[in-house]
């Protein structure tokens, strides 16, 4: 499985960037992707996931009325569109999967719930 993030870089405040995850190598139909982010010396914190069965979504409160998760029709490209962006939301995101069997969709935004991770693509937000 390889997860490859792209669409970061440097913004001001106020701004909009739209991150990209190309997903490849996943064998089985239900699985479940999410975004995470993480600054140094801190926590890597989960943002947003979508099920690849059903399209369900979850959202961390601190980003749910900014952030918005989706993907293409085949779940191979899942976005995160970040809007409002504030000099707080400076860090490296990743993308991250797992599988789940068919109809248990379990999987909330805690990283020890994601097998599969991308390398990374730094955000920086400007005053």
């Known amino acids: 499985v390889q997860l490859v993030e792209s669409g970061g870089g440097l913004v001001q405040a106020g701004a909009s960037l739209r991150l990209s995850c190309v997903a490849s190598g996943l064998s089985f139909d239900d699985y479940v992707i999410g975004w995470f982010r993480q600054v140094p010396g801190k926590e890597r914190e989960g943002l947003a996931r979508?099920?690849?069965?059903?399209?369900?979504?979850m959202y961390a409160d601190y980003v749910k009325d900014r952030f918005t998760i989706s993907s293409d029709n085949a779940y191979i490209t899942v976005y995160l569109q970040m809007n409002s962006l504030e000099p707080e939301d400076t860090a490296v995101y990743y993308c991250a999967a797992t599988y789940i069997a068919t109809g248990w969709d379990r999987v909330g935004l805690q990283s020890y719930e994601y097998d599969f991770w991308g390398q990374g693509t730094q955000v920086t937000v400007s005053f």
């Open positions: 979508l099920s690849s069965s059903d399209g369900r979504t």
